[in-house]
């Protein structure tokens, strides 16, 4: 049973059912609840590596029609109303890489990644689901309670169904009640600020270049997205900002906002103005102690989470995915218990390094951009410097941004699972 049908719980779900094991998956809310442009405003930076993951469960053909590539990364430092952007950069393009380094790549020129709205991949993810057999799907019910019981747990949902499952996936987010319930103790870390997510238009288009700009209250990107249906140019903005002067942002009216975007971001992209519906998010680091036990594994963000100034807390959960899924696919076949501590360890054992290094890269650089001491700036801009004339360096840096380095699952590498 796979309990919370987020991003993570769809992804793992498609890979177990689409590999013949009975898998059910609980999801409190009710479906066009979570398909609603309302419920989740955020465009996810989807890695190359996490894209073939979606192609290997099958999932990839229903979102591609909503992704847009990113074929360029500019990561700038800079402040705003009293100092220019610096001149120093790093810029990294999809074509400085060989692609007989990346693996599924056949020979052929990767992108970075893409930009897909998430509502975009639970859509597809939802088609995906529906031509699974072996799938019990139950939106719309919350899990209550669990009775962990070594062989057989015993799982109750809101609605009084109980059912038993040899093996709980906790997929259920950061606050997760299948964590609590299995009395694992999580860390955590609070920002001290949030991030505003909105969909923008601006008069240029954007060729694909994904910008990160890091401002002294904390990391500012625009993200390249698919022009709309009336063609106009399209980009995610992730704005990390003191969480005590977002309400005042959000009252703004879209002019003033677009206003206060521009003096944030500059003029490359032209004219911005914001559009839809605005977000917020708190931000927080959260590290859960184990990631198992008999008849239990954490995924996604009920395991793991991270600051969005990398983009990466989805992708790490997809590598969850991935390497879960792989694990109860060899176990299966090889006739073994699929909640035996033997089993689970091995995927914990391969996650939990990966993750724990990210959660530590993403916390470290949010630390050392998100202020504007002096020695510190000139630093930082020396080190991007340097960094650009380093190839080798950069190229690897590159692998890590499309989650193609470290011990791969099958599913990464573009194999069968
Ligand atoms: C501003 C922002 C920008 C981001 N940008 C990126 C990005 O560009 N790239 C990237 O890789 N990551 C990004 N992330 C991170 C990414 O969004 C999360 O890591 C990802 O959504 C986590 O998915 P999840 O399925 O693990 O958890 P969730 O999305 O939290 O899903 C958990 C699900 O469990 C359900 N649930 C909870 N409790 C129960 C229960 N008791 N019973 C049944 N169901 C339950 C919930 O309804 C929910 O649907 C960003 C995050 C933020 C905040």
Redesign the pocket.
């Known amino acids: 049973m796979i ?7 769809m992804a793992m779900a498609a890979a177990l059912g689409g590999a013949g094991i009975p898998v059910t998956l ?4 009710k479906l066009p609840d979570l398909t609603r442009a309302a419920f989740d405003g ?1 465009s ?3 890695a190359y590596g996490s894209q073939q993951v979606l192609a290997g469960i099958g999932a990839w053909d229903h979102i591609a029609p909503f992704a847009e590539p990113i074929r360029d990364i500019r990561v700038s430092d800079g402040g705003w109303q009293y100092k220019a952007a610096s001149p120093f950069f790093v810029h990294y393009h999809f074509a400085d890489l060989d692609p007989q380094s990346v693996p599924g790549a056949h020979g052929g020129q990767p992108p970075f990644g893409w930009i897909i709205e ?1 509502r975009a991949v639970r859509v597809g993810l939802l088609e995906r689901l529906k031509e699974i057999p072996s799938l019990l799907h139950i939106p719309g019910t ?2 209550s309670g669990i009775e962990f019981a070594g062989g057989s747990n015993l799982v109750t949902l809101d609605d009084g169904r109980r059912i038993r499952a040899r093996l709980v996936i906790g ?4 606050a997760s ?1 299948v964590r609590r319930m299995a009395g694992i103790g999580v860390k955590e870390l609070g920002y001290k600020h949030s ?1 505003i ?1 909105c969909t923008v238009t601006h008069e240029l288009p954007h060729e694909g270049v994904a910008h990160e700009h890091f401002l002294p209250i904390g990391p500012f990107a625009m993200l390249p997205m698919r022009d709309d249906a009336e063609g106009r140019h399209r980009s995610s903005i ?1 704005w990390t900002e003191d969480a005590r002067i977002i309400p005042m942002l959000l009252k703004l009216s879209d002019a003033d906002l677009g206003a206060e975007i521009e003096r944030r971001f500059g003029k490359t992209l032209g004219a911005i103005m914001p559009t839809g519906p605005r977000f917020t ?1 708190p ?1 927080k680091m959260i590290l859960a102690d184990t990631y198992i036990k008999e008849g239990l594994a954490l ?4 395991a793991h ?1 991270m600051h ?1 100034i990398a ?5 790490m ?1 997809v590598r969850d995915v991935a390497a879960l899924s792989e694990v109860l696919v060899d176990a299966w076949r090889g006739g073994l218990d699929l909640g035996s501590l033997q089993v689970l360890e091995r995927y914990a054992r391969w996650r939990r390094f990966d993750n724990l290094m990210m959660l530590v890269v993403t916390d470290g650089l949010t630390r050392l951009f998100s202020n504007d001491l002096p020695p510190l700036r000139l630093a930082r801009d020396l080190g991007f410097f340097l960094f650009n004339k380093a190839k080798p360096l950069k190229r690897l840096a590159m692998r890590h941004a499309m989650g193609v380095v470290g011990d791969l699952p099958r599913l990464v590498r573009g194999e069968k699972l």
């Open positions: 309990v919370g049908g987020g991003l993570v719980g609980v999801e409190s809310e955020r996810s930076a989807i998430n919350r899990v997929a259920d987010g950061r009640a991030a997510v992730v998010y931000l995924t996604g963000d009920a989470g969005p983009g990466q807390g989805f992708n959960g």
